[in-house]
């Protein structure tokens, strides 16, 4: 079974350009999560997805995050502009329930982004 | 508030020697609970989680850890460690809710470092 698939690995930017991240999640699973992971702190949840509606944005920054999983299967998440404090790691995961009574949750490998 | 506190930032220990990383949570109510492991450039792999039962739970990799409700701990052991654990270890709470949409909240993290 393929895992939860990301790209690109890496990426550096200016502050104020724009960047996209794609993510994959393994075939069948409903939910979806973007989480951004700074060095030295665990994942926070920045967005989650049953199918392709957002149940859960409550800690995502709406000024400059966006995300869209628009036919319920990959999943885009962009930031306009990026900030020197955005520099982290991106790390996308999906899981086949949305409970975290049965909810295991596949990562990817995350996105390394820095903002120069 | 609820938190997750992984008090050792860093622990160094020799191959062969029994590891200990420890996990308190702050929560309204017996969360669910969870052991991921990261390697560098991995996405996180889940390593054990405790639902309800007995509180000392068997994971992957020959990994163990124990719930203790008077405690609010769920610290994670391994009588003999090897120089592939060297990782970083993160300990996570979800809610039991029902409708719960499955949101994890990761402590810090503890690197583990293995010493020959």
């Known amino acids: 079974e393929a895992g939860v698939a990301q790209s690109p690995r890496y990426k550096i930017i200016e502050k104020r350009q724009s960047v996209a991240f794609w993510c994959n999640p393994i075939s069948g699973h409903a939910t979806l999560y973007w989480y951004q992971q700074i060095l030295g702190q665990g994942p926070k949840l920045l967005i989650q997805?049953?199918?392709?509606?957002?149940?859960?944005d409550s800690q995502l920054p709406k000024d400059r995050f966006s995300a869209e999983r628009l036919k319920g299967v990959d999943s885009t998440l962009k930031i306009q502009p990026a900030k020197l404090e955005d520099s982290a790691v991106y790390l996308c995961a999906s899981s086949l329930e949305r409970l975290a009574g049965t909810n295991e949750q596949f990562f990817g490998p995350g996105t390394r982004l820095t903002v120069l | 508030a609820q938190s997750v506190t992984q008090p050792d930032i860093h622990i160094t220990v020799s191959e062969g020697a029994s590891l200990e990383l420890r996990c308190n949570y702050s929560y309204g109510a017996t969360p669910y609970l969870f052991w991921y492991v990261q390697s560098p450039g991995q996405g996180l792999q889940l390593l054990l989680k405790y639902f309800s039962g007995d509180t000392l739970v068997q994971g992957i990799k020959g990994f163990e850890a124990e719930f203790k409700r008077s405690q609010s701990s769920f610290n994670l052991r391994k009588p003999s460690v090897h120089w592939s654990d060297a990782a970083e270890y993160f300990c996570?709470?979800?809610?039991?809710?029902?409708?719960?949409?499955?949101?994890?909240?990761f402590g810090a993290g503890t690197q583990v470092v293995v010493t020959p």
């Open positions: 997805f049953q199918n392709n509606g957002v149940v859960d």
């Open positions: 996570a709470v979800g809610p039991k809710a029902t409708d719960s949409w499955g949101k994890l909240q």
